[in-house]
């Protein structure tokens, strides 16, 4: 079993960044692959980026490529996603996940964070 929690969502104006963090216990994360996903209001969850076992490869979604990025950190347990050039377009709970098998499908995912809320104002 892992939990995980997310953290370092917030209120923020178009054109800012932050960084999210996902704080892993239970087993060690480096026996995972990581993805962050998103959810908006009235929307289906959206895949936004995973990253390898390693960290050596990452992948992300068109819509946020260039503006965000993921990192790990297997010492600490951690998974960060720092997102960049924010528009309100980004505004939605954005979700931790570790799996076997890194993907965009939701499903490939076994464990997921509760979320935090990242809001994006115009």
Do not use: H
Request: with cysteine.
């Amino acid at each position: 079993q892992v939990q995980l929690v997310e953290s370092g969502g917030g209120l923020v104006q178009a054109g800012d960044s932050l960084r999210l963090s996902c704080a892993a216990s239970g087993r060690t994360l480096s026996s995972y692959d990581m993805g962050w996903f998103r959810q908006a209001p009235g929307k289906e969850r959206e895949f936004v980026g995973s990253i390898s076992k390693t960290g050596f490869s990452t992948s992300y979604a068109d819509s946020v490529k260039g503006r965000f990025t993921i990192s790990r950190d297997n010492g600490k347990n951690t998974v960060n996603l720092r997102l960049n050039s924010l528009k309100p377009e980004d505004t939605a709970v954005y979700y931790c996940a570790a799996g076997q098998t890194g993907s965009s499908w939701y499903k490939a995912y076994d464990y997921w964070g509760q979320g935090t809320q990242v809001t994006v104002s115009s």
